[in-house]
């Protein structure tokens, strides 16, 4: 790995929630693609756990791998309930008893 590389992910790793921070080392490490798109979403929606589960960005991408994304369509039950959560996406996953 570069320096430069280096220092921009210890930049990022410095700006993000410490909840997020062992899925993006993992992410970083290419030992994970779930990994990666969980990393990118929660970055993408400003590591709003919900937004993520509400994402309407039809253009993107990730849209159809977004996490969780085939159960929560048309579910409403399945999205976390507190916009102010800053659970991260393996706590929800976690939560809800999905494995890795």
């Known amino acids: 790995m ?45 590591y709003e756990i919900r937004e993520v589960f509400l994402c309407t960005d039809l253009g993107c991408p990730l849209y159809p791998y977004r996490p969780r994304s085939r159960v929560s369509q048309g579910s409403p039950e399945s999205i976390p309930q507190a916009p102010e959560s800053k659970m991260s996406l393996q706590d929800v996953s976690e939560a809800k008893g999905v494995k890795k």
């Open 2 to 46: 570069t320096s430069e590389r280096e220092a921009q992910i210890a930049n990022r790793r410095a700006e993000m929630p410490r909840s997020y921070r062992a899925c993006y080392n993992k992410t970083v490490s290419g030992k994970s693609r779930k990994a990666a798109m969980r990393a990118f979403c929660a970055e993408c929606c400003g």
